[in-house]
């Protein structure tokens, strides 16, 4: 069955349903990236454009690979290649491009509400790769897929998810797919960097990291966004790691069967040891190959909506 939806634009749009279906799509299309050959049929003659206005490595790439492996033809579009030197909107870019038949148009931006302003207006699907602090779907959903892979069920996990939650579409995303399932969560980092109010997401909130840990069968570590603080938001780096970063003493606070993981990139002795992100606890890789699978599985699922 298909997607009853032209749209992905967040994780809180998409029911407990839909969200099954898409990990159960995208566990079938990890096979095709085993294969010799890493290349299906599914979308040949369809056309998506990768329009990031934000740095990238691992989403673009991503959504990149996964729209050649369905056999789609992909454009990248970046800030710095695109017309918005020129100072033109950011719908007339959109525009632009669906007037060239684009299907897809997968975009990231530094403002929040962007992708939903485009859904509005664009026949085209358009599927949010992170917009500001507000949400990053795809993430969310290969998050959910690593851990449903790992520990079968959500439902009960205690999952902990540390740093800067203020700034993090990650974590909200996140919060949202493991609430709906069922998961307790708690997050847990400088008080200036939590969101006032955010025990209405369905979340505890603890400031002391070692005590947030006891227990947990996730631990889901954010990175520092730097590049979203205005102002001082903790005194320094090594005072920041000295209370939130994640060592060997800490992990061993948790369940013995913990799984660690980071949406990247990681910031290596502040928010985690290497000792920790390349240990055995760790799936961060896991979460990289499962997030390819997630992308195939949005364009294939996206597309046989369409058609309908």
């Not at 997968?106 to 358009?126: E, I, K, W």
């Not at 996730?218 to 730097?226: P, S």
Request: net charge neutral; with cysteine.
């Amino acid at each position: 069955m298909p997607l009853k939806r032209k749209d992905i634009l967040s994780i809180d749009a998409l029911s407990c349903e839909e969200i099954d279906l898409i990990l159960q799509t995208a566990e079938s299309f990890k096979e095709v990236s085993t294969r010799d050959i890493k290349k299906v049929p599914a979308l040949r003659g369809k056309t998506i454009i990768n329009l990031f206005f934000e740095p990238s490595t691992r989403t673009r790439t991503s959504f990149e690979l996964a729209g050649k492996r369905l056999s789609a033809d992909v454009i990248n579009i970046s800030a710095a290649s695109s017309s918005a030197v020129k100072n033109e909107t950011i719908l007339d870019t959109a525009r632009n491009i669906e007037a060239m038949h684009s299907d897809f148009i997968v975009v990231r931006h530094s403002a929040s509400g962007v992708p939903q302003l485009l859904a509005g207006v664009l026949r085209s699907a358009v599927i949010n790769a992170g917009d500001g602090a507000h949400q990053h779907p795809s993430q969310g959903l290969l998050d959910l897929m690593t851990i449903k892979e790992k520990k079968g069920e959500i439902k009960g996990l205690k999952v902990v998810i540390v740093g800067d939650i203020l700034h993090s579409r990650v974590a909200r995303s996140d919060i949202q797919g493991l609430v709906k399932y069922g998961a307790e969560v708690c997050v847990v980092g400088p008080p200036t960097l939590i969101p006032s109010g955010i025990e209405r997401w369905g979340v505890k909130v603890s400031l002391h990291m070692d005590e947030a840990l006891v227990g947990a069968d996730i631990i889901i570590v954010l990175r520092l966004q730097l590049e979203r603080q205005s102002r001082g938001f903790f005194p320094t780096l090594r005072e920041y790691a000295m209370l939130y970063g994640l060592n060997q003493n800490r992990l061993n606070l948790a369940d013995p069967e913990v799984l660690v993981m980071h949406p990247g990139p990681i910031n290596r002795g502040i928010e985690l040891s290497s000792e920790i992100a390349d240990g055995l606890s760790s799936v961060i890789l896991d979460q990289v190959t499962n997030g390819l699978a997630v992308r195939m599985a949005l364009f294939f699922l996206l597309s046989e909506g369409s058609q309908h």
